[in-house]
Structures are given as structure tokens and as C-alpha cells.
């Protein structure tokens, strides 16, 4: 190998310190746990996900585990923002509709289908599957981020004159938002009967919703 070869070779390898090293083992094996506890978290449920649990899932000590999240709630933060994930990713997968009101069923209906697919995810963000937990800054931003889709398109309707602007747009989504997580969490305590039942009582909840902010739009 030649001078100039070996220096383009050394040029084109990059090359970590022993912390940097260290700390993407550490991220590494941090997500692993994740991992194992999203795991948990759909096949059990909620109340499954223990540090033992998730330390015996990964086949390591509980100490590992409290050294990488120093207790459950650092735990159930970083699988708080892996549920904001799933939800923005199934947002921006909901069809698109020029029409705002029928934009707002679509996205209404993943919401639905979001709860069903991924109810532990749900009751952990949204139902206080976790009783210690309060989610932090990090995570309203995640909720935020989740949300943006609804957030656009309201805001998108406002700007066409569609729906008041006097009307806050953070307000109009909180009202949408708490409207249909009201139906789904009374469905989850068991209050509306079987998942037919809880389903047409969403489904009306959202055409009230979106026949009052778009009285012209037949839902």
C-alpha cells in the first residue's frame, strides 16, 4: 500500500474515542431495554412491565437496569416517546383529504384504530397505566409532535375561513382530542359495552365534531 493510499485509508476510517465508545454501547444497550419492555408492554400489558420483569426479558440484573434509567419512570418516559412514534407514524400514514372535515374523520378514525392496535402504548401515555409517571417536558413535545397532523389541519381550516379564527387552534384540537379520548378511555374502563358498541359511539362522537366545525360538510 502505498503513502497516499494508506493516508486516504486512514482519512476515511472514523475513529472514536474510548468514551464515545463507551457511550454508544451505552445508548445501544439502552434501546435493547426499550426494546424488551415495548415488548412486555404489548404482549402483558401495562402492569407486566417491571424492572425485574424486563431485567429477567433481557437476561441481565436489575441493577443494569436501574444504572441505564435509575428507576421505572426512566423507563416509562423513553416508551412514553416510542408511543408518540407509533402515533405520528400512523398519522402520517392516515389519507390525505382536500376536504379539512373529511381529513379530520380520517385522522379521527386512525386515532381509534391507534388505541386498538396499540392499547397498552395507549393506557401507558393516555390512561394512567402507570401511576408514577407524569409525563415530563420531553414528552408533551412528543405528544405535540404526535399531534401536528391534527393540529395542521384545523389550523389549515382556520386560515380558509372554515372554522372561526378567534377560535385557538391549540384550543379546537384539546376539545377534538379530549372529546375522542373521552369516548376511548370510558370503552377501556369498560362503560360502553363490547368494542361494536364503543366503536358507534366514536364514530357519532367524531361526526359531531366535525358537523360542528364544518356545518357544511355532511359526515
Not at 497516499?4 to 476510517?13: E, G, I, K, L, V
Not at 412491565?49 to 441481565?60: A, E, F, G, I
Not at 372529546?179 to 358507534?200: C, N, P
Request: hydrophobic fraction near 35%; glycine fraction near 6%.
Amino acid at each position: 500500500m502505498s503513502d497516499q493510499d494508506a493516508s486516504s485509508y486512514t482519512n476515511t476510517r472514523k475513529l472514536k474515542t474510548y468514551q464515545e465508545a463507551r457511550l454508544q454501547n451505552t445508548e445501544n444497550l439502552r434501546k435493547l431495554v426499550v426494546d424488551a419492555a415495548a415488548t412486555l408492554l404489548q404482549e402483558e400489558g401495562p402492569e407486566a412491565v417491571t424492572v425485574r420483569k424486563v431485567s429477567q426479558k433481557m437476561n441481565c440484573s436489575t441493577k443494569i437496569i436501574y444504572s441505564l434509567f435509575v428507576n421505572k419512570e426512566g423507563l416509562a418516559q423513553l416508551l412514553y416517546l416510542d408511543g408518540c412514534k407509533l402515533l405520528a407514524n400512523e398519522f402520517e400514514r392516515t389519507p390525505q383529504a382536500a376536504d379539512p372535515a373529511q381529513y379530520l374523520l380520517n385522522l379521527g378514525e386512525t386515532y381509534w384504530q391507534f388505541g386498538q392496535r396499540y392499547s397498552s402504548y395507549y393506557k401507558l401515555m393516555f390512561g394512567g397505566a402507570f401511576a408514577d409517571f407524569k409525563p415530563d417536558e420531553e414528552s408533551m413535545r412528543g405528544t405535540v409532535t404526535a399531534m401536528s397532523q391534527l393540529l395542521t389541519v384545523i389550523s389549515n381550516a382556520q386560515k380558509q375561513g372554515l372554522i372561526p379564527s378567534q377560535y385557538d387552534t391549540e384550543s379546537v384540537v384539546r376539545v377534538c382530542w379530549a372529546s375522542l379520548h373521552g369516548v376511548i378511555h370510558l370503552y377501556m374502563g369498560g362503560h360502553l359495552g363490547d368494542v361494536q358498541s364503543a366503536y358507534a359511539v366514536y364514530k357519532q362522537t367524531l361526526s359531531l365534531i366535525a358537523s360542528s366545525l364544518f356545518p357544511n360538510h355532511s359526515a
